[in-house]
């Protein structure tokens, strides 16, 4: 592991947790060059799946790329990295929890959608409009109209 401010390579592990919700090993390490600390995350990369595109296109599952889309939905919004980072997890477990080892990518961006309706109505309303596609006004006030409905049961 290099260090982030020097790019040493000589570093210390000076704590270590297990973060369940997150599946993932959190190491807090020190530089034995310049002495700073920082942070790392390990987990079990999701190998083996693939994404079939709305095009009949296979793609390598990237774990990275779905936290992008959801960093953006979510921005400047009072959602911490760390709920980010849970609802990535989360998304992962159901993934790995189905028999398939390939997911069409309306299933992934459904799965994604319910995430983000129970983390925050806005990033779910902005992941939506570009998920589905809306068109105008008319898409959205029938989303909200939606979600009014879910909220009031």
């Known amino acids: 592991m290099k260090c982030p401010y020097c790019l040493n390579s000589r570093t210390k592990v000076v704590d270590k947790r297990n973060l369940d919700e997150l599946d993932a090993i959190r190491r807090r390490r020190?530089?034995?060059s310049c002495g700073r600390r920082f942070t790392s995350y390990e987990r079990i990369e999701l190998t083996?799946?693939?994404?079939i595109k709305k095009d009949g296109r296979r793609e390598s599952y990237n774990r990275g790329k779905l936290t992008s889309g959801l960093i953006k939905a979510c921005e400047k919004r009072p959602i911490?990295?760390?709920?980010?980072?849970?609802?990535v997890a989360a998304i992962e477990a159901?993934?790995?929890?189905?028999e398939e080892k390939e997911f069409p990518s309306h299933a992934v961006g459904e799965i994604v959608m319910d995430k983000?309706?129970?983390?925050?109505?806005?990033?779910?309303i902005?992941?939506?409009?570009v998920y589905r596609?809306?068109?105008?006004?008319r898409s959205f006030e029938k989303e909200l109209t939606v979600l009014k409905k879910q909220a009031g049961s």
């Open 116 to 124: 983000l309706r129970e983390l925050d109505k806005v990033a779910y």
């Open 126 to 129: 902005r992941f939506a409009s």
């Open 94 to 98: 159901e993934l790995k929890s189905c």
């Open 30 to 32: 020190e530089c034995m």
């Open 133 to 137: 596609e809306f068109a105008d006004l």
């Open 48 to 51: 083996g799946f693939a994404i």
């Open 80 to 87: 911490s990295r760390e709920q980010i980072e849970k609802c």
